[in-house]
């Protein structure tokens, strides 16, 4: 229950690309954010997730992260080179683990470990396929999903969407962009899970298999595929995703910082979501050529509260 977006440089009144995001959490679930230093780790350390214990790598970048204090991983951030991602909780067709990385792990170790938006990508979908996305995403109730993400450097700017095993990943190549709680790829993508490439370009038994157990038509569609058949169509500008998306549109070509934070404390739409459900953290961030700027918010409910600059050493 959260929305991210991105206005890409050329949609920008002064030509950096700048993220927003809110995250929505259930009522009364403290948020931190926290910065973390560059770190050396020794060779065979491990890093304990949320529910997994997975190796650790040699080198982890400096990050700043906004996340639910109850879990290792995080609902949004930066790191040192200028990368942010957020993501979203989907609900797809695939089912859904008992355990893994959560989505909000997969954040974290995305930032920690990419130094650009293409090799956080990597990062998140490389782990995701040896550990499996998985696990309750909450810390007092039954609360279970799958996840998108939309990541982003100074220089381009992705969004990836899971279903189970499955991923695809589309590059934005102009204007806005934003992702809510729905797969939003309608196509096969600019990136795949292997086995979508197989189905896409068949060779083999083997490929005329796993089409048959994907049940594809003849025009592939991730976000129809693992929807189900209500996918798709216009969105209303009531709802907070299609709010979200008309304020980003309607914004092209003059967006700034303050457009992002008027966005995510916009209520119109609930994008500043208050009930069971609220808004417990929120970050913008503009990156330039080598000037990144982030700003948090620290607590419940943007619509109340000043963006503080954090400073990433």
């Known amino acids: 229950m959260c929305d991210t977006f991105v206005a890409l440089p050329d949609a920008t009144l002064g030509g950096e690309l700048i993220f927003g995001k809110n995250s929505d959490r259930p ?23 949320t529910y997994l214990q997975i190796p ?35 609900w797809t067709t695939e089912p859904y683990a008992e355990t893994g990385l959560l989505g909000m792990d997969l954040v974290r170790l995305g930032l920690e470990r990419g130094a650009t938006a293409l090799a956080a990508l990597r990062v998140i979908v490389d782990l995701m396929e040896e ?55 309608h196509g096969k993508g600019d990136l795949r899970h292997p086995e979508l490439d197989r189905v896409l370009a ?15 038509g003849p025009e592939f569609d991730f976000a129809r595929l693992f929807s189900g058949a209500e996918a798709g169509g216009a969105l209303s500008p009531l709802s907070r ?14 967006f700034t910082v303050e457009t992002a934070k008027s966005i995510l404390r916009d209520h119109r739409g609930n994008v500043c979501w208050h009930g069971d459900f609220e808004t ?7 990156l ?26």
């Open 27 to 49: 009522s009364g679930e403290v948020q931190d954010v926290v910065t973390l230093p560059a770190q050396q780790h020794a060779a065979g350390d491990t890093v304990q997730c």
């Open 56 to 90: 650790q790598i040699r080198q982890t970048l400096a990050v700043i992260l906004s996340k639910p204090h109850w879990m290792w991983g995080a609902e949004m951030g930066a790191n040192e080179h200028g990368v942010v991602i957020g993501n979203e909780a989907v």
């Open 131 to 185: 550990y499996g996305q998985g696990g309750n995403c909450a810390e007092h109730f039954a609360f279970n999903y799958h996840n998108s993400y939309l990541i982003a450097d100074q220089n381009e700017a992705w969004v990836l969407e899971t279903a189970g095993r499955y991923w695809v990943a589309e590059k934005i190549t102009g204007g806005t962009r934003s992702i809510s709680n729905s797969l939003s790829i």
């Open 202 to 216: 068949p060779s083999g038994d083997e490929a005329t298999e796993a089409a048959e157990q994907l049940a594809l």
């Open 241 to 254: 995703e299609g709010r979200v998306r008309q304020l980003c549109r309607r914004n092209e070509g003059k």
């Open 280 to 286: 417990r953290g929120s970050q913008v961030s503009a």
């Open 288 to 313: 330039g050529q080598g000037n990144h700027a982030h700003w948090f918010i620290e607590g419940p409910f943007p619509c109340r509260q000043r963006y503080q600059l954090k400073v990433l050493q």
